[in-house]
């Protein structure tokens, strides 16, 4: 299992559209298949079984309502980009989880995100969606339920990955590493294309390459400097927020480049030789 954390937005809409695969604002009841856990206060001001009518949109108004409740609420930069977005996507070769699997990978993932305290009555609205095949998208709204903000750690990024660790190891899922290793033991004398694609492989691990090592610290940086106050601060962290997000495309990359280096060769279509021409010998007359 693979966390990732997208750029902030103003509202839901965008984080939830990618989420399901597609535009949001519609209409129709997704509660019981899409959205495997969400905010536990949401039971307490809700009438019992309602939740499992809402529609999409009515999810992003419950996200966005801390927005319009809490006009004035901001980040210590004056920051209204409130909406969290966090995703995390299984191995390829992962069995299919179950509804309840996916429900406590959910609320691990909120706990280690910041974004959800138990006992808590205050905390951030959200929710987690499974909406494509292998892939968990856990949207949250920074403004908790009492108007504050909601700081989330530092070294953010590496809570999640210790976690998904974790929540690899007690559902059984695939390690990106042991899977790397069955497959490069398949391979008693690897050629020089494999070689290659290890190392590129090596450099985008998500769990302890030196790019993902160095996309953390930037991470951790971004959000010591956007605890300062100041534009410029703001400024400065947003940069850095942009820099962290290339560097993971750079390892998406690495890591596509990777797989086509292993990818088998394809067969050579054979040639036909050209017809043997005899030499014709003319008999003089």
């Not at 820099?243 to 054979?270: C, D, V």
Request: charged share 25%.
């Amino acid at each position: 299992m693979i966390p990732r954390i997208n750029e902030r937005t103003h509202t839901p809409h965008d984080p939830l559209s990618e989420a399901l695969g597609y535009a949001v604002p519609f209409v129709g009841g997704l509660t019981e298949h899409a959205v495997v856990a969400y905010w536990p206060g949401l039971d307490s001001y809700i009438l019992d079984d309602e939740q499992a009518t809402w529609t999409a949109k009515q999810w992003a108004e419950h996200l966005e309502d801390p927005l319009l409740e809490h006009p004035f609420a901001a980040s210590p930069q004056d920051d209204r980009r409130a909406i969290f977005h966090l995703d995390a996507r299984l191995h390829p070769d992962d069995r299919e989880l179950s509804r309840a699997e996916w429900a406590e990978a959910a609320h691990r993932l909120a706990r280690a995100a910041g974004i959800e305290t138990p006992g808590d009555t205050n905390d951030c609205h959200w929710i987690a969606v499974q909406g494509k095949h292998g892939r968990l998208d856990l949207i949250a709204n920074l403004i908790r339920f009492d108007g504050t903000w909601q700081r989330q750690p530092a070294d953010l990024l590496r809570r999640l990955s210790d976690e998904a660790r974790a929540i690899e190891e007690d559902l059984r899922l695939t390690p990106p590493r042991t899977a790397s290793r069955q497959r490069g033991s398949s391979q008693a004398a690897p050629t020089s294309s494999t070689q290659f694609a290890r190392v590129l492989a090596q450099l985008a691990n998500e769990q302890d390459g030196p790019l993902v090592a160095v996309r953390g610290l930037v991470e951790q940086t971004a959000h010591r400097v956007a605890d300062q106050a100041g534009a410029a601060s703001a400024d400065t962290a947003h940069r850095l927020e942009l820099i962290a997000h290339r560097l993971y495309g750079i390892q998406q990359e690495l890591q596509a480049t990777a797989t086509r280096l292993n990818a088998p060769p394809q067969p050579r279509t054979a040639v036909p030789a050209p017809p043997t021409v005899k030499a014709v010998t003319r008999q003089p007359r």
